[in-house]
C-alpha cells in the first residue's frame, strides 16, 4: 500500500537531506517548527545523522556561526523565515553555503528577497516541495493546527485561514501526484468555500507539475467534509485497542506514555515511550478489539519467544553460533520491550473499562444505534441512559458524552426536557455551555415540540452481535465506501466540477449489493487479518493503478474515523487518506466545544510545542534547543 510516511521519509532522506553533499561532509539542519513536527513525524535520529547531518537547529533560535559546514534550510514559505535568513547573513555568515527547501510553493515577492546582494553569494539551491502537512500514519495526515476547531467553528472567529488550508491539501495531492475531482459535504458554506479554494489552488499546481493530470488510475477523489456530519464518532466509546488506549489511559498529545514494569532484577522502573509506527506490535494490533487482543498479544509474544535464536541453543560451545545469538541480543531485547509495553497497556485498559465504564458504553451504543445488542428497537432513549446518569460510579465526563449523544439522536428536545436531563445528571454550567455550543456545528439542541426525525436510508450491514458494544458505525465509512464505488450522493457531496468524470465501477469483490447510503447503524464486523506487504510485481502494478481517496474533515478527526481508513482501504482495494487539523479524542473533543465561546482559544495539552524526532525502537529523543544547539534531553536520573 501507498504509506503516507514511508513516502514522505524517502523524500526527505533522499531528495532534501541527501541531494546535499559538501565537500567538507558536514551539514547543518535548520528548521521551524512546523518543519521540526513534519520530519519528527516520519524520520529517526538515526536517519538524518547518516545522511551527514551533525547538527539540527531552530531558526528562530540564535545560533553559533559555523563557516565550515553547510546549511540545510527546511522551511515553511513565509515572510519571517525570509527575514531570518537574511539575518543569518547580515553581518557573519553562519555558514559557508545556503540550501533552501521550503514545504511547500514560495510566493514570487519572497523568492525575490533571497535575491539580495549578500545572499546571491552563499545561496546554491531553492527547491520548493510539497510537504506541507504531517505525516501522521500510513493513512493518516495533520494539517497541524490546534487552533483549527476554534477557527472553524467559534462565533467569536474570523476564519480567515481558508487559503492557508487549501493550500496545505492541495500541496498534500501534489505530493502524492494527484489532482483529484473535490467534493464537499453541502449545507455548509464554510467546507464548499474550501473546496473552491483546493480547486483553484490545484489548477495552479498541476499547470507546472503535469504528473497530477495523468489519469494512470481511477480519477481519484478528494471529499472536504464538515465535522457536523457526525457528531456521534468523536464521543462513543471505541474499542480497539488504539482508541480505548486514547480514550481510557494517560496518553500525551505527542503519542507518548509512560508506563511501569519490573526489571531483571525485580525492580520496579518506569519508561516513557512513543507509541507510533517504528512499534511494529503497536501498528499490528492497533485496530483490534479489545475482546481478543491481549490473547492475540499474548500469543503472538509466546510465538516470538518459541522461535527466537536467544530463546536457546543446541550448540553452546560453537563460536559462530554464540557470536550471531550476541549480535541478535539488542534486536531480542527490544522486541520483547515492545511485548512488555503492549501487554502491560492492554491489562491497564482492561482495568479502566470498569463496570461503569461498560453501562455507559452499553447505553451509548443503543441511543446511537436505535437498538438493542439483540437488536430490538429502543422505545425510548431517555429511559435508556437515565440509570446511568444517576448511577454514582459514572463519571461526568461519561454522563456528559451520554446526554450529547442522547440529543444528537432525538434532532433536539424541548428546553424543559432538555433542562431536566442536565439535572438528572447533575452537569456544571460549563457543561451545559458544552451542549449550546453543538449549535455551532450545525446540531439542533432545543426544539419547541419534539420533531420526528427524518429517517436515512440505511445498507444492511450483518450484525455481529459477538461485538455487541461496538455497534456503532461512523459515518464518514459508509462515505468512504460509497466513493469507492462512485456511488456518493452527488446532491450531498457535489463536486466543485469534474462531477461527470465520476462513473461506478463493477468489480467482482462488490457483494454487498446495492447503493451505499450515509448510516450510522450496523454491527462490528471483524477485522480482515492484513495481506503481506511484499507485493509481487503484478501486485504492485496493480496497487499504483488503485484509486485514492482523500478525506478532510474540518476542525477535528476521531481516532474511529482513521480506523475507517485502513478497514476501507483494505475491503475495497482503494488508497483512502484521511486527516484534519488534528484528531481529538472524546476529552479532547469536549474541551474543544466549550472553548467556542472563548475570545481566544484555550491553550490545550496539544499546542505545547514538543517535537520529538524517534530513535530506533521505543526511545524518544526529545530536540531541546539551548543557545542554538540541539541537545539531548537530560536522563531521568540526572534532572
Not at 545522511?51 to 537547529?57: C, P, Q
Request: a neutral charge.
Amino acid at each position: 500500500m501507498a504509506s503516507l510516511k514511508e513516502l514522505a521519509r524517502e523524500q526527505l532522506l533522499d531528495e532534501v537531506i541527501g541531494s546535499v553533499n559538501p565537500a567538507s561532509g558536514w551539514k547543518v539542519l535548520v528548521v521551524d517548527h512546523f518543519a521540526l513536527r513534519m520530519i519528527s513525524a516520519c524520520c529517526r535520529m538515526f536517519d538524518i545523522m547518516d545522511r551527514g547531518v551533525t547538527l539540527v537547529e531552530d531558526i528562530r533560535k540564535s545560533r553559533q556561526p559555523l563557516p565550515k559546514f553547510d546549511g540545510l534550510y527546511l522551511i515553511e514559505p513565509t515572510a519571517e523565515n525570509i527575514q531570518l535568513i537574511k539575518k543569518d547573513f547580515s553581518r557573519t555568515p553562519k555558514y559557508g553555503a545556503v540550501h533552501i527547501f521550503f514545504v511547500d510553493a514560495c510566493p514570487d515577492h519572497l523568492i525575490k528577497e533571497l535575491a539580495s546582494p549578500t545572499l546571491k553569494r552563499v545561496v546554491k539551491t531553492v527547491t520548493e516541495l510539497s510537504l506541507n502537512f504531517v505525516p501522521k500514519e500510513a493513512r493518516v495526515f495533520s494539517l497541524d493546527d490546534p487552533r483549527g476547531f476554534y477557527n472553524a467553528y467559534s462565533p467569536l472567529s474570523r476564519g480567515e485561514n481558508t487559503q492557508e488550508i487549501a493550500n496545505q491539501l492541495a500541496s498534500l495531492c501534489c505530493f502524492l501526484g494527484e489532482k483529484p475531482v473535490v467534493r464537499f459535504s453541502a449545507g455548509r458554506p464554510g467546507t464548499e468555500a474550501l473546496a473552491e479554494a483546493v480547486q483553484d489552488r490545484l489548477d495552479v499546481l498541476s499547470s507546472f507539475n503535469p504528473s497530477m493530470s495523468a489519469d494512470s488510475r481511477r480519477r481519484s477523489q478528494l471529499i472536504v467534509l464538515d465535522r457536523g456530519v457526525d457528531l456521534s464518532a468523536p464521543l462513543v466509546h471505541e474499542l480497539t485497542y488504539q482508541a480505548a488506549a486514547y480514550d481510557l489511559l494517560d496518553i500525551d498529545d505527542d503519542d507518548t506514555y509512560q508506563y511501569v514494569f519490573n526489571d531483571a532484577r525485580g525492580r520496579e522502573q518506569s519508561k516513557r515511550v512513543v507509541l507510533n509506527e517504528q512499534d511494529d506490535v503497536w501498528v499490528q494490533f492497533r485496530h483490534h478489539h479489545l475482546a481478543t487482543v491481549f490473547s492475540e498479544i499474548t500469543a503472538s509474544f509466546e510465538a516470538f519467544r518459541s522461535r527466537s535464536a536467544i530463546a536457546g541453543s543446541d550448540d553452546k560451545d560453537n563460536t559462530a553460533a554464540l557470536k550471531q545469538t550476541m549480535k541478535e541480543l539488542p534486536q531480542f531485547q527490544q522486541q520483547m520491550a515492545k511485548f512488555g509495553l503492549h501487554l502491560s497497556m492492554a491489562e491497564q485498559i482492561n482495568r479502566a473499562f470498569t463496570k461503569d465504564v461498560e453501562r455507559a458504553t452499553t447505553a451509548e451504543q443503543n441511543v446511537v444505534t436505535g437498538k438493542d445488542g439483540d437488536g430490538h428497537k429502543v422505545g425510548n432513549l431517555v429511559s435508556e441512559i437515565s440509570s446511568v446518569l444517576v448511577n454514582r460510579g459514572t463519571s461526568s465526563e461519561e454522563k456528559l458524552r451520554l446526554v450529547i449523544l442522547c440529543l444528537l439522536a432525538m434532532n433536539g428536545m424541548k428546553p424543559s426536557d432538555l433542562q431536566q436531563l442536565q439535572h438528572t445528571a447533575k452537569l456544571s454550567e460549563s457543561q451545559i455551555a458544552v451542549i449550546e455550543n453543538l449549535e455551532h456545528l450545525g446540531a439542533t439542541v432545543k426544539v419547541d415540540r419534539v420533531s420526528k426525525r427524518k429517517k436515512k436510508k440505511t445498507r444492511d450491514r450483518k450484525p455481529a452481535t459477538e461485538y455487541a458494544l461496538s455497534r456503532f458505525v461512523p459515518v464518514v465509512k459508509d462515505i468512504m465506501e460509497n466513493a469507492a464505488k462512485y456511488t456518493l450522493d452527488m446532491d450531498e457531496y457535489p463536486c466543485v466540477r469534474d462531477g461527470q468524470q465520476l462513473k461506478p465501477s463493477k468489480r467482482a469483490d462488490d457483494d454487498d449489493g446495492g447503493e451505499l447510503t450515509s448510516a450510522r447503524r450496523g454491527g462490528w464486523t471483524k477485522q480482515k487479518k492484513p495481506k503481506n506487504e511484499k507485493l509481487s510485481a503484478t501486485a504492485r502494478a496493480k496497487a499504483e493503478k488503485r484509486q485514492r481517496i482523500i478525506i478532510y474533515i474540518v476542525g477535528s478527526v476521531s481516532l474511529n474515523e482513521l480506523r475507517s481508513a485502513y478497514e476501507v482501504s483494505a475491503s475495497k482495494e482503494v488508497d483512502v487518506f484521511i486527516g484534519s487539523q488534528a484528531t481529538l479524542r472524546p476529552r479532547a473533543f469536549l474541551h474543544a466545544l466549550g472553548s467556542l465561546n472563548n475570545t481566544t482559544p484555550t491553550r490545550g495539552d496539544s499546542e505545547v510545542l514538543r517535537s520529538a524526532i524517534q530513535l530506533e525502537g521505543q526511545e524518544e529523543t526529545q530536540l531541546t534547543f539551548v543557545s542554538g544547539k540541539a541537545q539531548q534531553p537530560l536522563a531521568d536520573d540526572e534532572v
